[in-house]
């Protein structure tokens, strides 16, 4: 049973581990493929500091240092040059052509950032459970409501923009709400948005990841997405991969063998792995 994983960060932003120490272990563990994803810079584009993104005077060494990785492992581990790009409306989106025009393998198209309604800065959905807890209260009234539909309002904006290959964590905003402290995953409008998603996102083109991050950081019981979830995309005809998210080098792989469980329950058969921007993506048995 084959497997890859095109979500890794590196010591690059906020992951553990030099590009070559992900290589190893990936040959060691077997993997088919590895692709590096950085958090994308984001502070000269949009005036958001942060310590966890890829720094702007960075971007060429990282993108360097992937490619001779790439030379170094040919013929042994096929290796990716990828990015995670935030979309936050109106400062940054996977289609922007700063980096479009960057020669990537690939671009994963996530949401962290939710804009308060009052305006100012955004704060992201998975921060520090305190943390968020202060900028729900500060910025919404303590309506968890409110910011799980402003989340889904981003992930409609970015899917309606596109420019991504990848959908990244796509239920990400239910790290800090395991026991529906802030909304009710059970309840009809968080529903009402996980079905209108499935089908846009399928229609998208995108694949959409099964992401085992938040497991392998103790953060989750399951994957991104929830079981319902994959179950309405997987009638939505929606395409999956399995990645592990991977922020050191003994989280790849994973998770993977629980992610293939509920993909099992959800309906899926198969995922599909990423063979280069000329081949494409493959389908591969569960």
């Known amino acids: 049973m084959s497997a890859n994983c095109l979500h890794t960060h590196t010591e690059f932003c906020d992951g553990k581990g030099s590009v070559e120490a992900f290589c190893q272990a990936a040959y060691a563990k077997g993997l088919s493929a590895l692709g590096f994803s950085a958090h994308a810079p984001i502070t000269k584009k949009t005036g958001l500091k942060t310590d966890w993104h890829l720094a702007d005077e960075r971007l060429d060494e990282y993108i360097d240092t992937v490619n001779a990785a790439r030379r170094l492992w040919a013929g042994k581990l096929p290796v990716y040059l990828g990015l995670e790009v935030d979309y936050i ?39 520090e459970a305190a943390v968020f807890e202060r900028e729900v209260s500060r910025h919404f009234s303590g309506d968890g409501e409110a910011v799980m539909e402003a989340y889904w309002d981003a992930v409609e904006g970015m899917i309606s923009q596109g420019g991504f290959d990848i959908l990244g964590h796509l239920d990400l905003i239910r790290k800090n709400n395991p026991r529906g402290e802030y909304f009710n995953p059970q309840g009809e409008r968080y529903r009402r948005r996980i079905r209108q998603i499935a089908p846009k996102a399928a229609r998208s083109g995108a694949v959409v990841e099964v992401n085992t991050g938040g497991i392998n950081r103790g953060k989750t019981a399951d994957p991104y997405p929830s079981r319902e979830l994959l179950a309405l995309l997987r009638a939505a005809g929606a395409r999956v991969t399995i990645t592990a998210d991977a922020h050191e080098p003994d989280h790849l792989g994973g998770g993977y063998d629980t992610a293939r469980e509920i993909l099992l329950r959800a309906g899926y058969t198969e995922t599909v792995e990423f063979e280069g921007p000329e081949r494409g993506w493959t389908a591969a048995a569960i």
């Open 89 to 127: 409306k109106g400062l940054s989106s996977p289609a922007d052509k700063d980096f479009q025009s960057l020669g990537l393998d690939y671009i994963i198209g996530s949401v962290h950032y939710v804009f308060p309604p009052a305006g100012g800065e955004p704060f992201t959905v998975d921060d």
